[in-house]
């Protein structure tokens, strides 16, 4: 994810360096059209419902959520991200639950089984910590949630929760975007740092949990 964004971002500031776009780009266009779209009343939930299709094209949430933060602000953009990853959580369950479950254990073995069996153990806090581990992609872990027929309050709470740290930290990022842009607000480095070493400590500590879970199942 933090390469996604960083590659994102490299491209982008080449582009403006080096390209004609850069006479176009100014911040000062970029406010007007960012003001312009924040203006219509279905702005924030058109920019809610593109988490769903992203994932299914493995295109970075981050970076959605930066741009909602821009467009409306760190409160709303921060709601406006956690609607969105809900309303994606619910219609990739909603498939898996169409799915076979007995199709699905077979294809996968014992191994599947045993993590099946942890899921539905651990319930609340095993979704979690998947959702915080870099174990698939998004899709395809509330995909085999439904299909593993766990208890959708789980889901939906575990998601929400393992996401929370990182729309944060996106959110974080997207208003330093902002301020970047504002004629009126400096970046504020330690923001850009606390981010960072925050997110490196939460990867570290889930793994070790991750860890424990596996070894429990085993």
Known sequence: ?????????????????????????????????????????????AVALLYTPASFILFPRALITMAATIAFGPWEGLAVALGGIAVNALVGYGIGRSLDEAAMRRWGGQR????????????????????????????????????????IHHVIAGVLLAHLPGTIGSTLLGDQVAAALSQHRNINPWIVVAVVAGMGLLAWLTRRWWKKLQQAAA
């Open 112 to 151: 599947v089984d045993r993590i099946a069996q942890m899921l539905r153990r651990e319930g609340f806090m095993a979704v979690t910590t998947i959702g915080l581990l870099p174990v698939a992609p998004f899709i395809v872990s509330v995909v085999a949630f439904g299909a593993l027929r766990l208890r």
């Open 1 to 45: 994810m933090a390469a996604a964004i960083f590659a994102a971002a490299l491209c982008a500031t080449l582009a403006w360096r080096y390209t004609p776009l850069g006479e176009q780009v100014t911040p000062e266009r970029v406010v007007g059209w960012v003001e312009t779209f924040a203006g219509f009343w279905w702005a924030p939930y």
